[in-house]
């Protein structure tokens, strides 16, 4: 259609600069009226390159998972890499299996972690040693051999109680994920180290589920007159917990602070907007797929590189109010 080689349409699609502009208009309009895309199989046989990425994660659901699986498929869409989704939520061995069979056997050219639990850390351990691969990982995750991002969410949490306990709060009590992967030495301990270092009462943390159901009524039964200041392990759970002490007649921030984690967007529309430690999970993916490109393309890589969370500071929390 275009009345060019077969050569030249192959430069067009992939050098186009060495093409002149006629015959690259030519090959383009051809392109268009024929609908042609490109086939990744065809060119993995042609280039013995694969073009396809295999990101492994144990959840699709929750904000934070969400958010970084986009930023890792839009990035890999844009630099011409299909993206296939590998969901290990289990540490069974067979379905740990499963999940390998399924990446080893796409022929993909590297590999994504998304790290922010075990399950994950252990099935890339099983990746063959000669398929790059890249992780972000989380605060108290095992460090891991590959190149990483390693987000610092326990400074994240370190931040958000000293915060509180500069408003005057005599302690900070603590929302956290019952099965919470690394609760302990995550973004919990950024809440505990804060409270030792400032040498006041570290009180038991109150234990929930993920849902926001489940944080509120958890709410409703462990709110004490003592808890002026809570930190929830994330802005679903936070925005519960608000939603809880509204119910009990308590007002945000006069009667009780409240902080969350993660920047959930609908935390910045709530009333009162909702004070949280942000992170930026799509510019995590997209800058974990950057690593693996880097990886692939043979350049050296540090074997990590620490992420700072932001703590923003909005109308949920104040200074304690006189009792």
Same mark, same amino acid.
């Given at each position: 259609?275009?009345?060019? *080689?077969?050569?030249?349409? *192959?430069? =067009?699609?992939?050098?186009?600069?060495?093409?002149?502009?006629?015959?690259?208009?030519?090959?383009?309009?051809?392109?268009?009226?024929?609908?042609?895309?490109?086939?990744?199989?065809? !060119?993995?046989? +042609?280039?013995?390159?694969?073009?396809?990425?295999?990101?492994?994660?144990?959840?699709?659901?929750?904000?934070?998972?969400?958010?970084? %699986?986009?930023?890792?498929?839009?990035?890999? !869409?844009?630099?011409?890499?299909?993206?296939?989704?590998?969901?290990?939520?289990?540490?069974?061995?067979?379905?740990? &299996?499963?999940?390998? $069979? =399924? %990446? /080893?056997?796409? *022929?993909?050219?590297?590999?994504?972690?998304?790290?922010?639990?075990?399950?994950?850390? #252990?099935?890339?351990?099983? %990746?063959?040693?000669?398929?790059?691969?890249?992780?972000?990982?989380?605060?108290?995750?095992?460090?891991?051999?590959?190149?990483?991002?390693?987000?610092?969410?326990?400074?994240?949490?370190?931040?958000?109680?000293?915060?509180? /306990?500069?408003?005057?709060?005599?302690?900070?009590?603590?929302?956290?994920?019952?099965?919470?992967?690394?609760?302990?030495? &995550? #973004?919990?301990?950024?809440?505990?180290?804060?409270?030792?270092? +400032?040498?006041?009462?570290?009180?038991?943390? %109150?234990?929930?589920?993920?849902?926001?159901?489940?944080?509120?009524?958890?709410?409703?039964?462990?709110?004490?007159?003592?808890?002026?200041?809570?930190?929830?392990?994330? $802005?679903?759970?936070?925005?519960?917990?608000?939603?809880? /002490?509204?119910?009990?007649?308590?007002?945000?921030?006069?009667?009780?602070?409240?902080?969350?984690?993660?920047?959930?967007?609908?935390?910045?529309?709530? #009333?009162?907007?909702?004070?949280? =430690?942000?992170? $930026?999970?799509?510019?995590?993916?997209?800058?974990?797929?950057?690593? /693996?490109?880097?990886?692939?393309?043979?350049?050296?890589?540090? +074997?990590?590189? !620490?992420?700072?969370?932001?703590?923003?500071?909005?109308? *949920?929390?104040?200074?304690?109010?006189? !009792?």
């Amino acid at each position: 259609m275009a009345g060019v *080689s077969v050569s030249t349409v *192959s430069r =067009v699609l992939n050098s186009p600069a060495s093409v002149s502009e006629r015959r690259r208009a030519a090959v383009l309009q051809a392109v268009d009226q024929l609908a042609f895309r490109p086939s990744l199989a065809a !060119r993995t046989l +042609a280039t013995g390159r694969s073009r396809t990425l295999a990101l492994v994660v144990s959840d699709t659901a929750k904000y934070g998972y969400t958010t970084a %699986i986009q930023g890792v498929e839009e990035a890999a !869409r844009h630099h011409g890499f299909a993206t296939i989704i590998t969901v290990v939520d289990s540490d069974d061995l067979d379905h740990t &299996g499963a999940a390998l $069979d =399924v %990446i /080893l056997g796409q *022929s993909v050219a590297g590999v994504v972690g998304l790290e922010f639990d075990t399950t994950v850390a #252990r099935t890339l351990r099983h %990746i063959p040693s000669h398929i790059p691969v890249a992780v972000a990982s989380v605060s108290g995750a095992d460090p891991s051999s590959r190149p990483s991002l390693h987000l610092d969410d326990a400074l994240g949490t370190l931040r958000a109680t000293n915060h509180l /306990l500069r408003l005057g709060h005599s302690t900070v009590h603590y929302f956290v994920v019952e099965n919470a992967h690394f609760a302990e030495t &995550g #973004r919990i301990s950024g809440w505990r180290n804060g409270l030792r270092a +400032a040498e006041v009462d570290v009180p038991a943390p %109150i234990l929930t589920g993920w849902t926001p159901e489940e944080a509120y009524q958890v709410a409703r039964e462990q709110y004490r007159p003592e808890m002026t200041a809570i930190l929830c392990h994330n $802005d679903e759970i936070a925005m519960a917990v608000m939603s809880a /002490l509204a119910d009990l007649g308590l007002r945000v921030p006069e009667d009780v602070s409240v902080i969350g984690v993660d920047d959930h967007p609908i935390g910045r529309i709530w #009333r009162p907007q909702l004070t949280t =430690v942000q992170i $930026d999970f799509f510019g995590l993916g997209a800058r974990v797929l950057a690593l /693996l490109e880097a990886v692939l393309g043979g350049e050296d890589v540090p +074997a990590s590189v !620490r992420v700072e969370p932001r703590f923003v500071v909005r109308g *949920s929390t104040a200074a304690p109010a006189a !009792r």
